[in-house]
C-alpha cells in the first residue's frame, strides 16, 4: 500500500530480459533500510525488490505488468517516481494507492496555469464511471486531484495540476503531448463501481 507521495525519483541502471524483465534502478534511498522483498512503487507500479547494492535495488518485471503499463518506463535510462511502501503509523499524506495500474493514459497537452502546470490526458471510456472532479487519481504514482472530467467517444478526457513543488520532486516536470502515463483510478471507486456492476445484473 502506498499514498501517492514520491519520496525519490530513480534511474533505470539497467534492463536485462530473463524470463521477466531484470531492472537495476539507481536510487538515493538508504538500501541498509530496505529488506529484499519489500515493495517499492516504481512509477505507480508495485514490484518486489529482489537484489540490493550500495545505491541501487533490482525488480523483476512479469510480461503481465509490462502488458499494462507504459513500455517507456522499462527502459535502460527512464526515470522513475519512486515510494517506498506504506508502514502503519505513517502520514497519509496523499490518497490510499495499490501500486495495480488500471489503463495507460497519453498526455493531450502541458500548458502553464499560474505557476502550475494544467496535464490533460486521456484514458480508456472504461474508467469514465470511476474519475470524478475533485477525486484523486495517481498518475506515474503520484497522487493528483482531478479538475475537471470530459466524456467522450473515444475515451474519457481529464486533467490535473502539478505545482511546482511536485514538478521539482518527480518525473511530472517533463510532460509533453503523447507521452504515455501509468494511471490508478481511486480504490474506493473502484470496489463501489465493481458493487454497482454486480447489482445491475
Known amino acids: 500500500m502506498f499514498t501517492g507521495i514520491v519520496t525519490d525519483v530513480?534511474?533505470?541502471?539497467?534492463a536485462e530480459q530473463r524470463g521477466d524483465l531484470r531492472l537495476v534502478i539507481g536510487t538515493s534511498y538508504d538500501l541498509d533500510t530496505i529488506e529484499l522483498g519489500a515493495s517499492i512503487a516504481c512509477?505507480?507500479?508495485?514490484?518486489?525488490?529482489?537484489?540490493?547494492?550500495d545505491d541501487w535495488f533490482a525488480v523483476d518485471v512479469s510480461g503481465e505488468t509490462m502488458s499494462k503499463t507504459a513500455a517507456d518506463h522499462w527502459?535502460?535510462?527512464?526515470?522513475?517516481?519512486?515510494?517506498?511502501?506504506?508502514?502503519?503509523?505513517d502520514e497519509?499524506?496523499?490518497?490510499?494507492?495499490?501500486?495495480?495500474?488500471?489503463?495507460?493514459?497519453e498526455v493531450v497537452s502541458a500548458s502553464p496555469d499560474g505557476d502550475s502546470t494544467r496535464i490533460e490526458v486521456r484514458c480508456p471510456k472504461e474508467l469514465g464511471p470511476m474519475v470524478a472532479p475533485k477525486g484523486s487519481v495517481?498518475?506515474?504514482g503520484v497522487s493528483?486531484?482531478?479538475?475537471?472530467?470530459?466524456d467522450a467517444a473515444e475515451?474519457?478526457?481529464?486533467?490535473?495540476?502539478?505545482?511546482?513543488?511536485?514538478?521539482?520532486?518527480?518525473?511530472?516536470c517533463t510532460l509533453?503531448?503523447?507521452?504515455?502515463?501509468?494511471?490508478?483510478?481511486?480504490?474506493?471507486?473502484?470496489?463501489?463501481q465493481r458493487m454497482l456492476a454486480i447489482k445491475s445484473q
Open 138 to 140: 495517481t498518475l506515474d
Open 43 to 53: 512509477s505507480g507500479v508495485c514490484l518486489t525488490v529482489v537484489d540490493k547494492g
Open 75 to 89: 527502459r535502460e535510462g527512464a526515470k522513475l517516481n519512486l515510494e517506498r511502501a506504506l508502514r502503519l503509523g
Open 10 to 14: 530513480g534511474t533505470v541502471r539497467s
Open 155 to 172: 475515451g474519457i478526457r481529464f486533467s490535473v495540476n502539478i505545482i511546482p513543488h511536485t514538478a521539482q520532486q518527480t518525473t511530472l
Open 176 to 192: 509533453a503531448a503523447g507521452q504515455q502515463l501509468n494511471v490508478e483510478i481511486d480504490v474506493l471507486a473502484r470496489y463501489i
Open 92 to 105: 497519509l499524506g496523499g490518497h490510499i494507492v495499490t501500486g495495480h495500474v488500471d489503463a495507460v493514459a
Open 144 to 150: 493528483l486531484t482531478v479538475n475537471d472530467v470530459i
